[in-house]
């Protein structure tokens, strides 16, 4: 019967894949992906979404995807960059306490607000938390975090703070160093570089200055990572192109 079972599970995720190959080299599928992410942002769609009864500033499936790899690598720590209301620090919260191994998520902000850090406080996974207010680049801020880190440490980090291409710079080249081998650094919103120019208007972020420009830099350089092909491809409405980044060494 065991058997049985796996063989059906294997077939099925053999077609999955097969799906998501044919899928990442349709040329329409991703326009009309980018589309659908440009028109939806005249609403702010990012918004929409609460977890735990507590905003979470993701696309759907960028959730269920960072939901995939806490579960496959089992981090001890989560470092994210970038709180607000602080559903995402929360949904974290949540998944170290299904994972069972006490983990702790460190959440940084340069400002939390009083009804946010509230609202942190009241839920019931706020054990799991420790939040940090100052700049994510200050060394300040990585000297606290660091003391958290322990020889095994598992480490993964999310950075989704200042979306400028400078700070995310500096952003990756400070965390990189905290992610540890299997683990992911997930460096977000670099969907604005395909976006149409001038389309934040009241922010810094455009074509050219951007998450995505940071992560391409680091790369070309960077060896120890690589870019989860799979998890991208299968996302196709995503904030984080190519910024699933697998440290490999
Ligand atoms: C996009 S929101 C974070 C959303 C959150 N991660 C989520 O998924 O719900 C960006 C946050 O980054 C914070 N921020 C901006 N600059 C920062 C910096 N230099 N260091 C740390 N946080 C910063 C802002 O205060 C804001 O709360």
Same mark, same amino acid.
């Given at each position: 019967?065991?058997?049985?079972? $796996?063989?059906?599970?294997?077939?099925?995720?053999?077609?999955?894949?097969?799906?998501?190959?044919?899928?990442?080299?349709?040329?329409?599928?991703?326009?009309? $992906?980018?589309?659908?992410?440009? *028109?939806?942002?005249?609403?702010?769609?990012?918004?929409?979404?609460?977890?735990?009864?507590?905003?979470?500033?993701?696309?759907?499936?960028? /959730?269920?995807?960072?939901?995939?790899?806490?579960?496959?690598? @089992? #981090?001890?720590?989560?470092?994210?960059?970038?709180?607000?209301?602080?559903?995402?620090?929360?949904?974290?919260?949540?998944?170290?306490?299904?994972?069972?191994?006490?983990?702790?998520?460190?959440?940084?902000?340069?400002?939390?607000?009083? *009804?946010?850090?509230?609202?942190?406080?009241?839920?019931?996974?706020? %054990?799991?938390?420790?939040?940090?207010?100052?700049?994510?680049? $200050?060394?300040?801020?990585? %000297?606290? /975090?660091?003391?958290?880190?322990?020889?095994?440490?598992?480490?993964?980090?999310?950075?989704?703070?200042?979306?400028?291409? $400078? *700070?995310?710079?500096?952003?990756?080249?400070?965390?990189?160093?905290?992610?540890?081998?299997?683990?992911?650094?997930?460096?977000?919103?670099?969907?604005?570089?395909?976006?149409?120019?001038?389309?934040?208007?009241?922010? #810094?972020?455009?074509?050219?200055?951007? #998450?995505?420009?940071? /992560? @391409?830099?680091?790369?070309?350089?960077?060896?120890?990572?690589?870019?989860?092909?799979?998890?991208?491809?299968?996302?196709?409405?995503?904030?984080?192109?190519?910024?699933?980044?697998?440290?490999?060494?």
């Amino acid at each position: 019967m065991k058997n049985t079972k $796996s063989k059906v599970l294997k077939n099925f995720q053999k077609r999955v894949e097969k799906n998501i190959k044919l899928m990442s080299s349709d040329r329409e599928l991703k326009r009309k $992906s980018l589309d659908w992410m440009v *028109h939806a942002d005249k609403y702010k769609y990012t918004y929409n979404y609460r977890w735990m009864g507590i905003p979470v500033i993701k696309f759907p499936n960028d /959730i269920v995807a960072l939901q995939e790899i806490i579960w496959k690598v @089992k #981090p001890d720590i989560i470092i994210e960059t970038g709180i607000a209301h602080g559903g995402s620090i929360i949904f974290s919260a949540t998944m170290m306490e299904l994972i069972g191994n006490q983990g702790l998520v460190i959440g940084v902000d340069i400002d939390i607000r009083k *009804h946010n850090r509230i609202e942190i406080e009241k839920s019931k996974f706020n %054990k799991s938390i420790k939040m940090i207010e100052g700049s994510s680049v $200050s060394q300040k801020t990585i %000297k606290i /975090i660091k003391n958290f880190i322990k020889k095994d440490t598992k480490v993964m980090v999310f950075l989704d703070s200042n979306h400028t291409y $400078s *700070h995310v710079k500096k952003e990756i080249e400070l965390y990189s160093k905290l992610v540890t081998k299997n683990s992911y650094l997930v460096v977000e919103d670099s969907f604005s570089e395909f976006f149409p120019k001038n389309h934040f208007k009241n922010r #810094p972020v455009d074509v050219g200055n951007n #998450p995505m420009i940071a /992560i @391409k830099e680091f790369l070309k350089k960077n060896k120890n990572f690589k870019i989860d092909r799979k998890l991208n491809d299968k996302l196709s409405i995503t904030e984080t192109f190519d910024g699933y980044l697998k440290k490999i060494k």
